[in-house]
Structures are given as structure tokens and as C-alpha cells.
């Protein structure tokens, strides 16, 4: 049976009643991937945009522990049944945006490779959450971290990949508000970070902590924002990017980044139950949402501000609650993906081929194009900024600059548009369905319509300003052409000479080419100084309504005003 209309795939439609006693519900396997979309900042050439900025990485070669992953495409011997239904969900132009093309028989012809590079590091095997000082720490399983670069886009992606076992649902949810913080919103009065854990640790293989987290260090986050007027990245993170560094770091490095979005992480939460179907509708709200942990018998919001909860943020081709065989829940808010299921199932939990090898692997891609789109949005949004405001119309230079970086700008969207922008990724029902929700949330259409109307007004006004330059050279040139034509008339009729001075020295002759060269080019600079006013001049010339009075006050102006003032277009 094809695996996407399988029904033991289920999908939640939700529950609308709240137990008053609820039994306490076990997550049996918990797994979660972060996403973090960070802007690339290259240290040593600051301001400058590089296509391939993941060169500089495998430069660091030693002591560098990222290292490019080839994945599962390189040796037919490696490539496994879970990779290629992942490469066949999507459509043919994602395919080749994923997983670029191999070479024909004439040689590289197509769309050659994939503009995406993947860096792992594998050094980190563990990582232990302590929620809060009352509560025993969490020993969760690092899958894996990788570092997404792309092509010709100056955004980089942070995956990190963990997961536990038999944990309970309030503690899955406290995991799931509080682990992917890039810093504190704020501090409580036992001075620990507001919404975060208490201590995150990343552990070797043996045991051996590698960083720890600062959240508590309220002093170096405050001095920091005040300093720089951004915010800073706890300990623990900014150890996982080594050896990049934030961008207003100290520490040298050849790749800077900084952030481009909320400090909340984006995630994706897959969660197998004994039975699913003992989730409460506020168990569902605070899981697609998610929200503090709660009670199962209340809701996290006002039953207003949930009332269409089930239609906005459930997609439920596989979930009745009367019918035990479709149990699958998706939850979707676009800042969270969320799979729910039944334990029990062979195929929700199968990692090679089932829905837990999906979640990882096609649901995994989906979340990540979607979030990729919106970070490159929100950079063009940036560029756009910068490039306005270092523009003074005033300054020569800084109108040269400001085109080139418009320029700049709108060849990038263009590339980005053909090589990154879909609408759809996939034409099977539940992939398509769930991409769709999830950037309706995102909101990427209308953000992309606004970039795109941003970077063509722009480009609107460079032409605009090239024209009225063109047009203003015209003029100049009409004026002074219009002059040397009465001197060239007035002197070359019937190639009359007024001078005879042929039989003269040279040297004679060049005294009376310069006494000639020096007056007629002082008068084309004057005439181009006050061309302006000449052009309007000849403009009132041609206007019969005019007396030559006014005509004459007209061309006054040429000595009455400064020539600056003269000729401001």
C-alpha cells in the first residue's frame, strides 16, 4: 500500500471536550529537530556578498569540526529505500533544487549541482536539559547537527536532531517551549532566563560536557545589546557554531552570522502515545501551538481565541476519534510542526520507510524550504533597507553605490525566484496539503509579493533617474549644439575663410588655434553651466504667446541667478 494513503499514517481532526480527570499521557518516543535560519556576515571582506561563502569553512580545515556531507547520493552503496522516497515526493524542479543533477553523456548540460551544501559536525553526542533547579535533568540522543549553506543566498540553517524515550507529556511540552532559545526575553527574580532551561549541556561520547549554557548571565546579555544594539546568543549556541562567530563578536573568524529572525527556534516534534486519542483539544492547542505546559483539562488560550483551532492548525485526513486505525495527528502554526501518533502502529513508528522515517526525512525537507524562503525574504527585506539608507541624493558616490547595490539586489531575487521560490513542492495530496499550511502560517506569498514590489519600485526609480539624466544631457547637448551652430553657419558659408592664414609659420598657426580653442571652450562651459536657462530660453523663443520682453527676462536669468541654482534639475 503506497505509504501516503496508508491509514495508519492518521492525521487529528480533534477532540472537543476536556476530561475532568485526565490520566496522565506518556510519550513513548520523543523527537525534535531545531531550525535556526541566521544571516552570513563574512568577517574578513564585511559587507561583501559571496556566492559560495561555504569555501571559506573548508578552508579551517584543521581544528574545524564541520565537515561537508556527501549524503545519500554519492555511493549507490549507501543509497537506502528511505532515500529514494524521499527524492521521488517531490516534484522534478525541487528535485534538481535538492539534489542537483548528474552529468550526461555530452557532459554537464543541465542544472549541474545542488545549490545546497550540508556541513556536519560529529562530536556531540548528547545533550542533558536541566527545565528548571527542581526538576531532575534530561538526557536526550543527538541524531545529528548540520549546517545548511546555499548557493548565491546569504543564509545558513542550524539542524539539530534529538530525541528520548518515555518521557511525560508535561515535560515534553516544557522541552518543546523552553530548549529552542536563542537567548532570554527576560530574567525571573531567582535570576534565571525567563521561558528557558535552567542549564542545557552538550556532551562528547564519553560524557565530557563540552559547553554549557549562560541564560542566567543577565549582565552580558545587557551589556551586550547596549553595546551593539543586537542581541546576544547563549554560550551553549554559540559553542554548536564555532568556528563561525556572531557578528559583533570578538573573536575572529572568517564566516559571521546574525540573526534574522525571532529568538525562538523553529522545530518540528514527533510524538508516539500508547493511545493518542486520550489527548485532551488543550493537550492538542498547547502541543501546536506551543505553549507553557498545562493541565490536559484546561486550555492555554480563551475558548474564543480557539474556537476554530481544529480548521486552522490540525490537518486531519487521518484522525477520528472513533476510529481507533486512524490515529495520526499533523499540528501546524508555522513556527511549529507537530506529528502525532499511536506507539503501537508498525508503520507510524518504521524509521526506514514509515512515518517516523518520513517525519525525518520528506517532512523534514518540506519545513525546511519553507523556512529557508521566509529567511531569504527577510534578507532582500534587509538589503532593501541598507541600500536606502546610505543613499544621499546629494552625494555622486553614494548614487553610484546605491545602483549598484539595487542592481545587485534585484539580478540576486531573480536567481532566487527561478532556483528557490515554489508554490508547490509535491503532487501528493498530503505533502502538498501540509506545505500549503505551512507557508499560509508563514505567510511567505505576501511577503514575497512585498519584497518583489520593493525591489522593482527601486528599480522603477533607478530607470526613472536615468532618464531625467539623459534627458538633462540632451538638453545641455541641444544647447550647445545650437550655439556652434550659428558660429559654424557664420563662418563655413560657402567655405568662406575670413583669415587667410595659410602662408603663416606654424608655430603662428598654433598661437591662433589656441587663442580660438581657449574662448570656445570656456563658452561650451559656460553654455553647459547655464543650459538650463538657455534651454528654457529657446523654449520661450518657440512660444508665440510670449513678448520678447518676457523672452528677455528669461534670459536674464542666465546672470541674475547662480548657476547652481540655474541648473538644479
Not at 69 to 79: A, C, E, L, Q, Y
Not at 273 to 297: E, H, I, M, W
Not at 317 to 338: E, I, M, Q, T
Not at 446 to 463: C, G, P, T
Amino acid at each position: 500500500m503506497n505509504a501516503l494513503t496508508e491509514p495508519a499514517q492518521g492525521i487529528a481532526t480533534g477532540a472537543t471536550s476536556i476530561p475532568a480527570a485526565p490520566i496522565l499521557p506518556l510519550v513513548r518516543h520523543f523527537r525534535q529537530i531545531l531550525l535556526w535560519p541566521l544571516r552570513v556576515m563574512p568577517g574578513q571582506a564585511e559587507g561583501k556578498h559571496i556566492s559560495n561563502c561555504w569555501e571559506l569553512l573548508k578552508t579551517l580545515e584543521e581544528g574545524c569540526p564541520w565537515r561537508e556531507v556527501k549524503g545519500g547520493f554519492g555511493d549507490p552503496r549507501n543509497f537506502r529505500e528511505r532515500h529514494y522516497k524521499e527524492f521521488i515526493t517531490f516534484l522534478p524542479y525541487v528535485q534538481r533544487f535538492l539534489y542537483g543533477e548528474s552529468e550526461g553523456r555530452e557532459g554537464q548540460i543541465g542544472y549541474g549541482k545542488s545549490p545546497i551544501r550540508v556541513f556536519r559536525r560529529g562530536d556531540i553526542a548528547q545533550m542533558r536539559v536541566v527545565l528548571d533547579p527542581s526538576t531532575p535533568p534530561l538526557l536526550f540522543q543527538i541524531a545529528h547537527v548540520d549546517l545548511y549553506f546555499y548557493y548565491d543566498i546569504d543564509i545558513i540553517i542550524l539542524v539539530v536532531e534529538f530525541s528520548a524515550n518515555d518521557l511525560p507529556l508535561l515535560l515534553v511540552e516544557d522541552v518543546l517551549f523552553k530548549v529552542g532559545r536563542a537567548y532570554p526575553g527576560f530574567w525571573e527574580p531567582n535570576g534565571q532566563g525567563g521561558q528557558c532551561p535552567y542549564r542545557v549541556e552538550w556532551l562528547s561520547a564519553t560524557g565530557e560536557i563540552l559547553a554549557v549554557s549562560d541564560y542566567e548571565n543577565r549582565d552580558k546579555y545587557l551589556q551586550f545589546t547596549c553595546q551593539h544594539r543586537s542581541p546576544n546568543v547563549s554560550a551553549h549556541w554559540e559553542y554548536l557554531l564555532r568556528p563561525l562567530a556572531l557578528y559583533h563578536s570578538d573573536r575572529e573568524a572568517a564566516i559571521r552570522y546574525r540573526q534574522i529572525e525571532y529568538h525562538r527556534m523553529p522545530l518540528l516534534a514527533y510524538l508516539s502515545f500508547s493511545d493518542p486519542q486520550n489527548l485532551t483539544r488543550g493537550d492538542f492547542a498547547r502541543l501546536a501551538l506551543v505553549t507553557k505546559a498545562g493541565p490536559s483539562n484546561t486550555l492555554p488560550y480563551s475558548a474564543k481565541e480557539l474556537a476554530h483551532f481544529e480548521e486552522r492548525y490540525c490537518y486531519d485526513k487521518f484522525w477520528d476519534p472513533d476510529n481507533p486505525a486512524l490515529s495520526s495527528r499533523y499540528l501546524c502554526c508555522g513556527h511549529a510542526f507537530v506529528v502525532v501518533g499511536k506507539a503501537s502502529q508498525p508503520f507510524f513508528v518504521d524509521p526506514e520507510t514509515g512515518l517516523l522515517g518520513q517525519f525525518r526525512h520528506q517532512y523534514f525537507v518540506v519545513n525546511l524550504i519553507a523556512h529557508f524562503q521566509k529567511a531569504a525574504l527577510m534578507l532582500f527585506s534587509e538589503w532593501l533597507v541598507v541600500a536606502i539608507s546610505q543613499l544621499d541624493v546629494h552625494d555622486l558616490d553614494s548614487v553610484r553605490a546605491f545602483k549598484r547595490e539595487i542592481r545587485r539586489i534585484m539580478a540576486t531575487f531573480l536567481r532566487f525566484t527561478e532556483r528557490y521560490w515554489f508554490h508547490e513542492v509535491s503532487d501528493q495530496a498530503q505533502i502538498r496539503d501540509l506545505f500549503r499550511l505551512l507557508t499560509g502560517h508563514l505567510n511567505t506569498d505576501r511577503i514575497y509579493q512585498d519584497v518583489s514590489v520593493s525591489v522593482k519600485e527601486m528599480n522603477h526609480f533607478l530607470d526613472s533617474d536615468s532618464q531625467r539624466r539623459q534627458a538633462n544631457t540632451v538638453t545641455r547637448l541641444t544647447v550647445v549644439t545650437t550655439l556652434g551652430l550659428v558660429a559654424t553657419v557664420a563662418t563655413g558659408f560657402l567655405g568662406m575663410n575670413i583669415f587667410d592664414e595659410a602662408d603663416n609659420p606654424p608655430w603662428v598657426k598654433l598661437l591662433i588655434l589656441f587663442a580660438v580653442l581657449i574662448p570656445s571652450s570656456l563658452l561650451v562651459n559656460y553654455a553647459v553651466a547655464h543650459s538650463k536657462v538657455l534651454s528654457d530660453f529657446m523654449e520661450a523663443l518657440a512660444d508665440k504667446r510670449l513678448t520678447w520682453w518676457d523672452r528677455a527676462q528669461i534670459l536674464l536669468r542666465i546672470w541674475r541667478e547662480p548657476p547652481e541654482k540655474a541648473t538644479k534639475p
